[in-house]
């Protein structure tokens, strides 16, 4: 793979032209919503929305959010700027099809909103951006889920405001342009992708996370170290075929800006993941910099895209059995997002070490500046991996969420229908590279 480090192009490459006559992309494409960052930024809500001219706004979030009194305290701050608001607290943790259209038919029944306030993870997030799709475009929500699933129509228009306010330090869905849900008939997780999803602003403030559970704290914070892992490490954008302008997609690959916030929020990691998940309730500092590695690492997989770990994650997550984790609702089973896309990092990292060593090394010696070096490079980075998710408490391996090797077969054709994800992927990945990755992450140490 050619990557940014490389001094000046070829005559050749200057003109796109490969060896092999194909045209290679030129152009790479970056995207992110304005930030307000900082302790306090979420009491200039009301502030912030008044801007768009908006007069009735509905803040969404889940159950376990609402307990905390931060959605109701967003919408007193919209009525201090005049703007009719209504909390609607029936989010989903990990949302599905059917939670979604719960969420999407009690907007319409009790609309029209002009805007929309998300407060709480990626479930709450996630869940507002598909009210706004559907309640500012119309239609069904199978339209626009993603193909084969759905039937991936372009939204047609603009959607209305949407500030998105994290209280959890991992998915970075208030900076990317897409929503993921779980759809239950066909138990498989997937998304809809869109640069009109995109928040209008994420509001992040450090000290809205200060009361998540250390088992959340570490799930979300490995959802962070895998978006900057798999961003970094991801097929360069110029090693593609040129697209054209219509053709344009979302995840454009490895690129020289989102390598900046990736790299960024690996140093933030190093320093501060182990301290928020040990002494979260009363270390700002931590909890700081970790909201603020989740954002980063937003701005850069959300242009760049993830792949392995993250396409395991989709069948791991949508075939759960029993597990139920600690420091989550115990009212059904699931996988956390954060720990379903940690469980077979180390491995699938293994297996892509040959596409860039230096990546993988420059990401180790990011996320753990003061590691051993070892004789055998390929192993820098899972061994600093395993290192970080037994100090965090991970589960360890696929087999500790409740599947065996004989489990195995059932989960790669889940992986195998992420091709967007895979298509990512620093090197080509085939069906047996998947069962191989699965079965060695059966047991992680
Ligand atoms: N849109 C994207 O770009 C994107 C990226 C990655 C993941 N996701 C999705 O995001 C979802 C996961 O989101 P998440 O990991 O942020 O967690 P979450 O939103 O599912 O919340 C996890 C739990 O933490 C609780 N919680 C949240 N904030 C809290 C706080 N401040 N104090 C105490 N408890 C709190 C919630 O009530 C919930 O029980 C998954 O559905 C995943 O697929 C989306
Ligand atoms: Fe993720």
Known sequence: MSSGDDSGPTSSEASGETAAGTVEETVFTWGAPPLKFGAGASDEIGFDMSQYGVERVLVLTDPGVAALGIPQRVAENLKRYGIEAAVFDGVHVEPSDASFAAAVDHARESGPWDGFVAVGGGSAIDTAKAVDLLTSCGGELMDYVNKPVGRGVVPPGPLKPLVAVPTTAGTGAESTAMCVLDVLSMKVKTGISHWRLRPALAVVDPLLTMSLPPEVTASAGMDIVCHALESY????????????????????????????????????????????????????????????????????????????????????????????????????????????????????????????????????????????????????????????????????????????????????????????????????VNEEDIERILLNSVQNW
């Open 233 to 428: 490490t991801a097929g360069w954008y110029g090693d593609s075929a040129r697209h054209r302008p219509e053709e344009r997609v979302t995840y454009c690959g490895s690129n020289p800006v989102s390598d900046l916030w990736c790299e960024k929020a690996m140093d933030l990691i190093a320093k501060s993941f182990r301290r928020a998940v040990h002494h979260g309730a009363e270390d700002v500092e931590a909890r700081t910099d970790m909201l603020m590695a989740a954002t980063f690492a937003g701005m850069g997989f959300g242009n760049s895209g993830v792949h392995i770990p993250h396409a395991n994650a989709y069948p791991i997550a949508g075939m759960v059995k029993d597990y139920r984790p600690a420091g989550y609702p115990q009212d059904e089973p699931m996988v956390p997002h954060g720990q379903s896309v940690s469980l077979t990092a180390p491995e699938a990292f293994r297996f892509s070490f040959s596409s860039a060593p230096e990546r993988h090394l420059r990401a180790a010696s990011l996320l753990a500046p003061d590691a051993e070096r070892l004789s055998d490079p390929s192993e820098q980075l899972p061994r600093v991996l395993v290192g970080l998710m037994r100090d965090i408490g991970i589960p360890n391996g696929i087999g500790a969420v409740g599947y065996g090797e004989s489990d195995v077969p059932d989960l790669v054709p889940g992986t195998m229908k992420q091709q967007r994800l895979l298509t990512t992927c620093p090197k080509p």
